[in-house]
């Protein structure tokens, strides 16, 4: 009877979907668009002219917004070569946080359907790397992948514990072993993952040893078990940021960075963090794409991160 009513009913509902996808993303990221778009359109907002006094303006909340010293100044000297003007500050500002993020490289996640693939998760404590991981482990098994964890943080007492809950959120596997070496936990793993042919292995890491110079080495030991055990594999070695740590969480990248040979960063807690602007510092000083978003503490409160997405959501 309702037939009628219907027929269009699943080509609406994707493009609702879509939409609220979206929507719900913009949401995450409004902080982050006042702080990069809308404060500085304010700034330039009735004036005729960009003076040395707007420019400085513009410059300082460049730098409130996270996108770090140098990049704020280079844009600013851009703005006076190029005379841009007022009306045209937001189309500016649009191509060059595009350029930016193109020149760092492909933000798409690597996968190999016919391959083991590796996702090698570091991070400093707190940074989100568990929860991260349960999303990913969960957006993987949604997609059909056969997925497996590794409990690679044995420093910390309740860190396998807390895995452990995600895989069965997640329903999907879990190598753990109590009182062992992170590394030893790693080949165990990726022995399983091999044997018993699953398409993803996921490795949580700690991220606090007693001091930093054990930490680096432990994960130059994991490197090196995931290099001389699955040479073939694709491995993404990747950075989990704290998004409202802003510029301060960037010293870590360097760190991490010649540890481990990053190939990708996730920023987590972008939902309410008005810190994103930090996306194009990873991407301008540290070369390193941003290749998954946190946005929530739920299980799929994560995304590939879509560069013409997140320029759409802090613009529109
Ligand atoms: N709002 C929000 N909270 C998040 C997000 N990701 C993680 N969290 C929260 O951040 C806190 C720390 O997350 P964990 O995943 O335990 O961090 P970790 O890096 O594994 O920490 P260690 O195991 O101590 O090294 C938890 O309370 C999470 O719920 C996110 O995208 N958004
Ligand atoms: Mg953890």
Redesign the pocket.
């Known amino acids: 009877m309702f037939n009628f009513f219907k027929k269009n009913e699943p080509e609406q509902n994707l493009e609702t979907e879509k939409k609220s996808a979206f929507q719900s993303f913009k949401d995450a990221v409004s902080k982050t668009s006042d702080a990069l778009v809308s404060n500085i359109l304010n700034i330039v907002s009735n004036n005729e002219k960009l003076d040395e006094f707007i420019l400085d303006d513009i410059e300082t909340q460049l730098i409130k917004a996270d996108l770090g010293v140098d990049l704020a100044v280079s844009i600013v000297e851009k703005i006076k070569e190029k005379d841009v003007k007022p009306n045209n500050i937001k189309e500016f500002l649009k191509s060059e946080f595009e350029n930016i993020l193109n020149e760092a490289g492909s933000n798409l996640l690597n996968y190999s359907p016919d391959n083991l693939n590796i996702y090698f998760v570091v ?10 991981i349960g999303k990913l482990a969960h957006k993987f098994k949604m997609e059909g992948s056969k997925v497996l964890l590794a409990a690679g ?1 044995t420093f ?1 007492a309740a ?1 396998e514990e ?1 895995l452990d809950i995600w895989s069965k959120r997640a329903n999907v596997d879990i190598v753990r072993e109590d009182k062992a070496d992170s590394a030893s936990v790693v080949y165990r793993a990726i022995e399983k993952a091999q044997n018993e042919g699953y398409n993803v292995l996921i490795i949580d890491t ?3 040893l007693q001091n930093k110079f054990n930490l680096i080495e432990e994960l130059k030991k994991i490197k090196n078990v995931i290099s001389k055990k699955a040479p073939n594999a694709v491995l993404e070695s990747i950075l ?1 940021l704290d998004a409202n740590l802003g510029q301060n969480g960037l010293s870590q990248a360097k760190v991490f960075k010649e540890a481990v040979e990053l190939t990708g960063c996730a920023l ?5 963090s008005s810190k994103g602007g930090v996306i194009f510092s990873i991407a301008k000083e540290y070369n390193i794409p941003v290749k998954l978003v ?4 739920k299980i799929d ?1 994560i995304k590939n991160f879509d560069k013409s997405e997140f320029i759409s959501a802090i613009f529109e």
């Open positions: 991070g400093v404590n707190g940074a989100g790397k568990t929860t991260l943080d910390r860190a807390q700690a991220g606090r989990v987590t807690k972008l939902d309410g946190g946005i929530g503490e409160d």
